[in-house]
Structures are given as C-alpha cells and as structure tokens.
C-alpha cells in the first residue's frame, strides 16, 4: 500500500472557523476511496480490542463506544482521563496502528499544512442512533504542536467546532463518510464534539458511525 491512494488533492476543502482558527481544515472524501481497507483493519483492531463503553471520572457511563490502537491508547475511569500502552480490559498492548491508518492520517496532515506527523494513537469511536460527544478539548497530550486527525466512516454527523472556552458558540459541520477534519496551531485546543447521530443505515457499516481519531500522545 502507497501513500498516493490519500494524496490526491481534496474534492474540497475550507477553513471550519474563518477569522478564528485558520489552522482547522475539512478534506471532503479524503478516505471514502480506501474504505474497504480502513474499515477492515478497523474490524481487525476491534477483534483484539473489543468496544466498551468507558466512565468518566465523574462515574457517568459514555454512550459512545470505544477502543484503540497505536502504542498509546486513551482511557477514562474513576481515576481520570489519561493514555496507557496496556488495554485496562484485556491486560494486553493496544493492537499496533495499522499501515493504512497511518498513511491516511500523514497524508490529511500534509495536505493540511502538518508536516512530519507521525501519530502514536488512534482512538476508535463508534457512535450508534442516539449517542453523541460532548463539547470537550483534546488536552491530555504532551505535544499540542502536533495536530488532530479526524476520519468520518458511516452514517452522516453533524460535527461541533468551537473556541478555546465552552461558553463559544459552536459552527455546525456536517460530515459524511469519508470526510476528514484536521486542526492544530492556534485551533489545536478548541472545542469540538459531535451532535446526537441521527437513526439511518449505511451501506458498509450499517446503524452506526465510526470515527478515527488521530493523535500524537507521547
């Protein structure tokens, strides 16, 4: 597998917060091309990393579905929010990051304006009718130099972007399969989240949404 399946120049692309945040890009259907490929090591990842649905420290059971690969993966539980090489459920590593998760993710991060992104995690998310994410900020990683990789595959989400204080109202972006979202620079710790998912069914993943997000942890 080559990079050029992701390298080709983005069907469009605009600025997410014109005048707020130049740093935070949409690629429209930058992995609807390689789906097959990426959904199937999405199965293969979930096959030695099963989805559960984490607690916060604050003990509320989230009500989307999680997992991850890399050699960091994110977890949460009464302890707090934090990476582990070990997967708390199964007591083993995180499955490694696959080869065409990592290209796709480089390739969003160049054509974006992120050189040399080499991501160390990608958390897994898998959204059924009715879950959603809360406004919220990518902030337990070491390097905030580092951009955010997003990868959209399934049923259609309305994405939320905001500032850098919850208080900010949010743009409302919709996202379809294959869509992939990239922020860093001065957006990197904006809010963002996902608006309850809308019942539906898709083609090659049925009820539910996956999302892939990319990050470098460590």
Not at 71 to 99: F, N
Request: proline fraction near 7%; charged fraction near 15%.
């Amino acid at each position: 597998m080559t990079l050029d399946l992701f390298d080709k120049p983005a069907v469009w692309q605009q600025s997410l917060t014109p005048g707020l945040a130049p740093g935070a890009v949409v690629l429209r259907g930058l992995a609807a091309g390689n789906d097959d490929a990426l959904l199937a090591a999405l199965h293969s990842v979930a096959a030695k990393a099963p989805f559960r649905h984490m607690t916060t420290p604050g003990g509320f059971r989230m009500s989307v579905a999680m997992t991850n690969c890399g050699s960091l993966g994110w977890v949460t539980d009464k302890s707090g929010y934090r990476y582990s090489a070990i997967d708390p459920e199964t007591g083993a590593q995180w499955p490694p990051m696959p080869e065409v998760f990592l290209q796709l993710a480089q390739a969003a991060a160049v054509q974006s304006g992120y050189k040399n992104f080499v991501p160390d995690s990608c958390l897994i998310n898998r959204y059924e009718p009715g879950t959603k994410l809360s406004l919220h900020q990518d902030k337990n990683e070491r390097d905030f130099q580092q951009p955010i990789v997003s990868v959209s595959l399934g049923l259609p989400a309305v994405f939320q972007f905001a500032g850098q204080s919850r208080a900010d109202k949010p743009e409302r972006v919709p996202l379809t399969h294959g869509d992939v979202v990239v922020w860093g620079g001065v957006a990197r710790l904006n809010y963002h989240g996902v608006l309850t998912l809308k019942p539906g069914q898709h083609f090659k993943t049925g009820s539910c949404r996956f999302n892939l997000t990319f990050r470098k942890a460590a």
